[in-house]
């Protein structure tokens, strides 16, 4: 099955996160003799709560999305509709974003309040096959509750992060002080932070890795909803090429926050379009099955694209776009 090994890896993700916040509650208790760590983890999951719930609303605003009806847009609906019906999936809310880059995204806190939008600029550069492909990548995101799983993974560098802010101050002051400061229990508390520091730090990267394994899973499902991989691949090539075009500044200004949200990275969309311009070997803007195919045998990846990609949100394109051709 194609997705097997991405589910394989997605729930080593999940273990190794826990294992890590296990691992550094255990370092606290034995050093403090104290079990305050859980007061962190209780703030975490409330603050993550909070983002849970009034997230859509703040993504329908921040992305200017207005919802249409079947009457406004017909054949959108239509191919939401039977995507859905696919997946397996209650159909999602339908709506537009008018902001000025081609891309897609879903959003919401379970598959029956899921929303589904494109933006105005996706919809007037794709064709029909295309929309259908990225529809399809977007809501095998809603089939997977990527929202809800990626939201509680980052729980836990959240929790990393208040462990290493309260010991490090704690620390600070305790070591000016008298008594216990003194006596090296200042030092014992910056350990503590200096270690929650890089637990958080490497729990980010997993976090990252995890959104990652994400974006091929939806790749995977999406080729499997269209039986049409090169679809999705000109999708992303065009989105790419769309968002390159728009001022580096405003692009970072605008979108840097809902960057995770996209089905296209728009923040690196210049440098992304460098490395897929070989796929398109006719040079008419779009990537057909024979393209996709030659791309897939002879692209490579660099060492230095793979050691950026461990700080990205998305897969290096041409990775992306390499797996795409696998499904044909």
């Known amino acids: 099955m194609r997705t097997a090994w991405l589910k394989i890896r997605m729930g080593l993700c999940v273990l190794l996160l826990f294992a890590v916040i296990y691992a550094l ?29 009034i997230g859509p609303k703040i993504v329908e605003r921040s992305m200017r999305v207005r919802y249409v009806s079947e009457q406004e847009q017909p054949e959108l609906h239509r191919m939401v509709s039977e995507l859905a019906m696919k997946a397996g999936i209650p159909k ?43 529809l399809g990548h977007e809501l095998s995101h809603i089939k997977h509750r990527d929202m809800a799983i990626i939201t509680g993974l980052s729980v836990i560098p959240m929790i990393c992060y208040f462990i290493y802010f309260s010991f490090f101050w704690s620390g600070i002051f ?47 499902e999406s080729a499997e909803l269209t039986g049409k991989p090169h679809e999705l691949a000109s999708a992303l090539y ?21 960057r995770a949200f996209f089905a296209a990275d728009p923040v690196t969309a210049r440098r992304d379009l460098k490395d897929l311009r070989a796929a398109d070997l006719n ?15 002879r692209a490579r990846v660099s060492r230095a694209d793979r050691m950026m990609e461990i700080f990205s949100t ?4 041409v990775s992306r776009v390499k797996r795409l051709g696998a499904y044909l």
């Open 25 to 53: 509650l255990v370092v606290i208790a034995t050093f403090t003799g104290a079990g305050t760590p859980l007061i962190y983890g209780l703030l975490a999951f409330v603050i993550v709560g909070i983002q849970f719930f």
């Open 92 to 134: 999602p809310r339908v709506g537009i974003s008018e902001i000025s880059i081609p891309n897609a995204f879903a959003f919401g806190t379970s598959k029956k309040t899921a929303r589904v939008c494109v933006t105005r600029r996706l919809m007037e550069m794709l064709k029909r096959d295309e929309l259908e492909a990225v």
């Open 174 to 220: 305790g070591g000016m002080g008298g008594g216990r400061g003194r006596g090296g229990g200042g030092v014992s508390m910056l350990a503590i932070a200096f270690i929650a520091f890089i637990v958080y730090f490497i729990s980010n990267l997993i976090v990252l890795y995890a959104s990652r394994v994400r974006e091929y899973y939806a790749d995977a």
């Open 238 to 258: 065009k989105m790419i090429y769309g968002s390159a075009g728009a001022k580096p500044e405003k692009v970072k200004k605008e979108m840097e926050s809902m």
């Open 283 to 297: 040079k008419d803007g779009k990537i057909d099955e024979y393209e996709l195919r030659a791309f897939a045998e």
């Open 314 to 317: 998305h897969p290096n394109p």
